[in-house]
């Protein structure tokens, strides 16, 4: 069973910059694509970013491109979101996901759909201020 243990959520003034960070456990060599989502108030979720853990194919949610970059590292199986730049509007709660059935692969990366993730972390809060 996998498990996603979160960190480094928080608060930060416009502008500034947060790193999260994702360590997964019981993951196979069928979890190619891990990534994080974000869910704020009143708002569906949205695929922020994802890779794909064989070669390190990125994609990113428009709203974040330019601002955030997602990396790993394989040998500890971690992955960390480098928020730079944040706005208001980045204010939400990040979750970490991990596709553990082979349904999030696409061509050029990784699904940005919710439903192609089937492990999900608790969640870290990321709040914004203007």
């Known amino acids: 069973q996998v498990q996603l243990v979160e960190s480094g959520g928080g608060s930060v003034q416009a502008g500034g910059s947060l790193r999260l960070s994702c360590t997964a456990s019981g993951v196979t060599r069928r979890s190619k694509c891990m990534g994080w989502f974000r869910q704020a108030p009143g708002k569906e979720r949205e695929g922020v970013a994802r890779i794909y853990t064989s070669g390190g194919i990125t994609n990113y949610a428009d709203s974040v491109k330019g601002r955030f970059t997602i990396s790993q590292d394989s040998a500890k199986n971690t992955v960390t979101l480098q928020m730079n730049s944040l706005k208001p509007e980045d204010t939400a709660m990040y979750y970490c996901?991990?596709?553990?059935?082979?349904?999030?692969?696409?061509?050029?990366?990784?699904?940005?759909?919710?439903?192609?993730?089937?492990?999900w972390g608790q969640g870290t809060q990321v709040t914004v201020s203007s």
């Open positions: 996901v991990v596709d553990t059935q082979g349904r999030a692969p696409i061509a050029g990366g990784c699904s940005r759909w919710e439903y192609n993730y089937n492990s």
